[in-house]
């Protein structure tokens, strides 16, 4: 119960300041942003820092929940295991495809080194999963009417 009551308190505080932070950053000019580092200081960097906290404490939260319910709901770790091993696998197949070729990009930069097969990865990473959702989402669909 007291937990509740400080996420809610914790999520207030961060509204808050992100209102805050989003009132500063419209009140400035755009070419004073981009132009002044001082307002940078004063109006980018407290949102950015918000932003990073925010993000920092909803990933702990989301660990320490997860762990927590692999904890108390042994016989469900199993699924969360094949699942975790199976998203290994998908990522390591996807980084055995990708390719290290370098590539150049707009402006004529050229992208070298481990970034490009990181990011093919990430890409075939996703069309899988994209992929396997469909699939998943057909085949429910399937199920459900032969079921009728």
Do not use: C, W
């Amino acid at each position: 119960m007291k937990s509740a009551i400080i996420g809610r308190i914790a999520s207030i505080v961060i509204m808050v300041l992100a209102v805050v932070f989003y009132v500063l950053n419209i009140t400035n000019d755009a070419d004073a942003i981009e132009m002044d580092e001082s307002v940078q200081a004063i109006a980018v960097d407290p949102s950015m820092y918000l932003a990073y906290i925010a993000l920092g404490i909803t990933a702990v939260v989301a660990i320490l929940f997860a762990i927590y319910n692999v904890v108390t709901h042994p016989k469900q770790a199993k699924g969360v295991l094949f699942g975790i091993i199976g998203l290994a696998v998908v990522i390591g197949i996807s980084y055995g495809v990708a390719s290290s070729e370098p590539v150049e990009i707009a402006g004529g930069v050229m992208v070298e080194g481990n970034t490009p097969k990181l990011v093919g990865m990430g890409l075939i990473t996703f069309y899988i999963a994209a992929g396997l959702a469909i699939a998943a989402v057909i085949v429910s669909s399937v199920s459900t009417l032969t079921k009728r």
